[in-house]
């Protein structure tokens, strides 16, 4: 699992049948201290997620599991929309602290 903040959404009318339905996210991944790395990952995504959110994301086989479908074309999958983040007692990301 990777945390990233929500950066924008990737829309497509041509796609993959099992996608239909499907919100894509345009991902940035955030590093310990909470910077922005140069590193982006489209994932698609379960749990409403909205722009600038920080989220917790899966890759890989586990993020088609997590989807219930095994069989779709999925690499990387949102699973948990993102509260706070705090390392020994520093509080790095608060939620409630960003939209003030």
């Known amino acids: 699992m990777q945390i990233a ?3 924008g959404t990737v829309v ?5 049948p099992s996608l ?6 345009m991902l940035q991944v955030v ?3 909470g910077n922005l790395l140069p590193k982006y990952e489209v994932a698609a995504d379960n749990v409403g997620a909205g722009l600038d959110e ?9 993020s088609r599991q997590i989807l219930g479908n095994e069989k779709r ?6 699973i948990a ?3 706070s983040v705090r390392i020994e007692d520093r509080l790095v990301y608060s939620k ?5």
């Open 5 to 7: 903040k929500v950066r």
């Open 12 to 16: 497509s009318t041509q796609k993959d």
């Open 20 to 25: 239909q339905g499907t919100k894509l996210l």
């Open 31 to 33: 590093d310990e201290e």
């Open 54 to 62: 920080w989220v917790l994301y899966s890759v890989g086989s586990a």
């Open 73 to 78: 074309p999925i690499d990387a999958a949102v």
């Open 81 to 83: 929309i993102i509260d």
């Open 96 to 100: 409630k602290d960003q939209y003030r």
